[in-house]
């Protein structure tokens, strides 16, 4: 930015300018929103059909949270939903099964932006329905999503991208990108990093004054509650280790508190991203929370920019061809097939 | 930078008035989005309407995750019913079948948030409405009540703790019928809740398996609105 020679001074409006580009030239992040499309996408098929033997005892006629419950209280609340235009078990299920098939379009990322928001209307519709059964994570995803809509989030690894790569080795015309939608898209990355920075700060102060959070034997508590509490032979022994106990209830404070830092710092990152991840990953088995988990897990991918992504994938890329390239040529697929599979070692 | 600053074509003017206005609505989104998460304080009360209708219900959140205080006890829910005046059968055990369905299951379906979450609702409900001031200026020993509230202590409430409190008494009720209905065939035309609590060991008595507190309240019989059955 300075001028070569010349000793660097703040100069407030060039700073404010910089960062007015930053919004306008060029779209960031969509290597990294199409991960979090990816893996939001995913979730949900899982959840989804993980719930399908239950789902009309939870969102359709046979649910104990009633349709007529649901008209007084979800509507009244100001909470629309398309679950209001028939209490049918027919069609509880249209919307379940558009749901899946959205759920994998937005996926795929086949016309991206139509499919976000018929993905969303769904969803939330879904929740609306039977706010009983939704956690932390659905609350989370439902939030990003409405911010992805704003946002081009199938620009990599999607059924767009295949269409626009013919398109343009057919030599059809290049897409010109209008500066209001990368200024939307910018926003709408900057709107999700906010986002999830409010859920851990908020999360991380609302600890800090409790008790047993101060004592460092908030954990322990955690660890015994039956409601989350899958494994409760392996929890046992957690707990009772004392060092563990107050070492993980620490951790997970400092973690939640100090990960926005991960956006300035890249030591910061370097350490307190594996640790949430972690830390997310222990509540989703030991809890027996795997949506909520994976929601929170993806979500904290904003934490990533696209050079990291880029990198990462260089690195499994390579990672993938060296084991590849040691496996034995007489590998388990040429006695599956019959057939050599040494074309597989090329990499491109 | 520096020679940007004296001839600015128009080109790069409006970008950058674009990108002001996209400025513009993340610092009031998400000015919003703080007084909401945040406690309350004398900004977000003097603001609450407009706080109300920006957040809700799209960006509504909560992210009180196990805190200020990590749950200590569990509660289980207990219902049973009645009908034409006869008792169909004994209490029946809502949580301990969802607990079971969870229990070394990896991936667990929603359905256990089902009972958890009326029973959870239906305690901070009411808690709310015992510790609110107003509620407690007419009566002291308003937290000595039971599960369900008498009129006069709800007429005390500011409505919306009220409306929050019925809700989830109503879908308590809902779901004692559907489990009585399930159990024995038969539609009750009023429903008893019973919640019991288990106080687990403090963190200097976690050696010790013995059961710790358990307290038991139950509702008095209940018609499907959620109002006490005359018997």
């Known amino acids: 930015m300075s001028v070569p020679g010349r000793p660097r001074r703040v100069d407030p409006r060039g700073l404010a300018a910089s960062g007015l580009d930053w919004l306008a030239r060029r779209r960031h992040g969509t290597r990294v929103f199409s991960l979090v499309r990816i893996g939001y996408g995913l979730t949900t098929i899982f959840m989804l059909l993980v719930n399908l033997p239950v789902r009309q005892r939870i969102w359709g006629a046979e649910a104990a949270y009633t349709w007529d419950l649901f008209m007084q209280t979800s509507l009244a609340g100001g909470q629309p939903s398309l679950f209001v235009l028939s209490s049918s078990a027919v069609y509880a299920d249209v919307l379940y099964f558009a749901l899946i098939l959205a759920a994998v379009l937005f996926t795929l990322g086949w016309h991206t932006r139509t499919v976000t928001v018929i993905f969303f209307v769904l969803l939330w519709s879904l929740q609306a329905r039977n706010p009983l059964a939704t956690n932390g994570g659905d609350n989370l995803s439902r939030i990003i999503l409405v911010y992805m809509i704003f946002a081009q989030v199938g620009a990599h690894w999607s059924l767009d991208a295949v269409r626009l790569r013919r398109r343009r080795l057919a030599g059809g015309r290049r897409l010109r990108e209008r500066t209001i939608g990368t200024v939307a898209h910018n926003a709408a990355l900057l709107a999700c990093i906010a986002q999830v920075c409010v859920l851990y700060a908020t999360s991380s102060l609302f600890k800090v004054q409790g008790e047993m959070w101060q004592n460092g034997t908030a954990l322990y508590y955690i660890l015994r509650t039956a409601d989350y509490n899958s494994w409760p032979e392996v929890t046992a022994l957690i707990y009772q280790w004392p060092l563990v106990v107050v070492g993980a209830t620490y951790a997970a404070v400092f973690v939640q508190l100090c990960l926005p830092l991960a956006l300035v710092n890249r030591w910061a990152k370097a350490i307190l991203l594996p640790l949430v991840l972690g830390m997310h990953i222990a509540i989703g088995l030991l809890m027996g929370l795997p949506f909520f988990s994976l929601f929170m897990v993806v979500s904290d991918l904003f934490f990533l920019n696209d050079r990291e992504v880029r990198l990462a994938k260089v690195y499994v890329g390579s990672a993938l061809s060296r084991i590849r390239g040691a496996l034995p040529v007489t590998d388990s697929a040429v006695h599956l097939s019959g057939q050599p599979t040494s074309n597989q070692v090329v990499v491109k | ?231």
Request: a negative charge; charged letters at 20%; proline letters at 6%.
């Open chain 2, 1 to 231: 930078m520096y020679q940007s600053r004296q001839k600015v074509n128009s080109s790069k003017i409006w970008p950058r008035v674009t990108a002001s206005g996209a400025v513009c609505v993340l610092a009031l989104h998400f000015g919003f989005t703080f007084l909401h998460v945040a406690p309350s304080n004398p900004v977000s009360q003097q603001l609450a309407p407009a706080v109300n209708f920006w957040m809700t219900p799209f960006f509504d959140q909560n992210w009180e995750l196990f805190a200020p205080e990590p749950v200590s006890r569990d509660t289980g829910l207990l219902v049973r019913g009645k009908a034409s005046g006869e008792d169909l059968g004994g209490f029946i055990d809502l949580s301990t079948a969802m607990l079971e369905r969870k229990l070394h299951n990896p991936v667990p379906d929603n359905l256990h948030y089902t009972v958890s979450s009326a029973g959870h609702n239906l305690l901070s409900a009411r808690q709310e409405v015992v510790q609110n001031e107003n509620v407690l200026t007419k009566f002291a020993d308003a937290e000595k009540s039971g599960l369900f509230l008498t009129e006069d202590i709800l007429d005390a409430a500011p409505s919306p703790l009220r409306a929050a409190y019925e809700r989830t008494v109503d879908a308590v009720v809902q779901l004692a019928i559907d489990a009585v209905r399930t159990d024995t065939g038969i539609t009750p035309e009023s429903v008893q809740v019973r919640v019991v609590t288990h106080e687990f060991p403090r963190w200097s008595e976690r050696a010790d398996a013995g059961v710790g507190e358990v307290v038991y309240s139950d509702t008095p019989w209940l018609t499907a609105q959620g109002e006490e059955a005359r018997s």
